[in-house]
């Protein structure tokens, strides 16, 4: 970590964001870190490693822990309680493609990151990609409502969120999932990818993107790197990754 460290902290145009989180790795990996630690395995001066320290402090990432030392600011995780109807299509889904993965979630899951809070009933179902078929129509013989990938224009002119629907999409191989009630569940970082990449989000887009990223970063404790590796499955990196500076250099 120090080589990489040093190149981008002594570069002309320094990429304070890339800076700022290989800090924070090297934080939450040593547990503190100081600002003479910073200017000597580092390379670079002491005040500059001050302000970097005061910078992240500011942003809600460090916290103060005694003299000159700092650590990772304790933030709550991200929690969710499936709904129970999420529960019913999930072990339905289970028993009928046993063989088959799942990630079934609620739209309340999004709530928490909302600054403009929008009602959202859907019930959204991924399964992999060649299972998309079978499972859009198992769901159409049981419930009422049912889509398979609906693109954005389809979602504005045909699906109405404030009604109960359920949304059947692929499931991106190597997706951040966590199990909660014996329910497969997308976490924190998957939701702020997809919210950016899947049509179906495309409601969500614009300036309440920045606002969901800046609630996300300042309540939650988010992985980076899970974040950062997910987006890249998705092609779409460069965009999180300004999302990110953006949202923390507020």
């Known amino acids: 970590m120090l080589p990489i460290l040093y190149y981008l902290c002594t570069q ?14 090297y934080a939450q990996t040593n547990h503190r870190v100081n600002a003479n630690y910073l200017a000597f395995a580092y390379g670079m001066k002491p005040v500059t ?19 000159g030392e700092y650590a990772i600011a304790q ?28 990630c079934v979630y609620d739209g309340s899951i999004l709530s928490p990151i909302q600054h403009h809070l929008s009602i959202n009933h859907a019930i959204y179902v991924e399964t992999n990609r060649d299972a998309v078929e079978s499972v859009f129509a198992r769901l159409k013989e049981w419930y009422k409502n049912v889509y398979r ?14 009604e109960n629907c359920i949304i059947v999409k692929p499931l991106v191989t190597e997706s951040p999932l966590l199990e909660v009630d014996g329910i497969k569940v997308p976490t924190l970082e ?12 495309d409601y969500l887009r614009g300036s309440e993107s920045l606002n969901m990223y800046h609630l996300a970063f300042d309540l939650y404790s988010i992985n980076t790197q899970r974040l950062l590796r ?4 998705r092609g779409i990196s460069q965009e999180i990754n ?3 500076k953006q949202s923390t250099e507020q």
């Open 242 to 244: 300004n999302l990110i």
């Open 12 to 25: 002309i145009e320094v990429d304070m964001s890339a800076c700022k989180r290989q800090i924070l790795e």
């Open 149 to 162: 990938q609906p693109d954005a224009a389809f979602m504005y002119d045909y699906i109405d969120l404030r």
């Open 49 to 67: 490693a001050r302000q970097y320290l005061s910078s992240l402090t500011k942003e809600k990432e460090l916290v103060r822990v005694g003299q």
């Open 75 to 102: 933030k709550q995780a991200f929690t969710y309680k499936p709904s129970e109807m999420t529960q019913e299509i999930y072990q339905k889904l289970r028993k009928e493609l046993p063989f088959t993965d799942f």
């Open 190 to 201: 998957k939701l702020l990818v997809d919210t950016q990449k899947d049509p179906d989000f």
């Open 230 to 233: 997910y987006a890249r499955r």
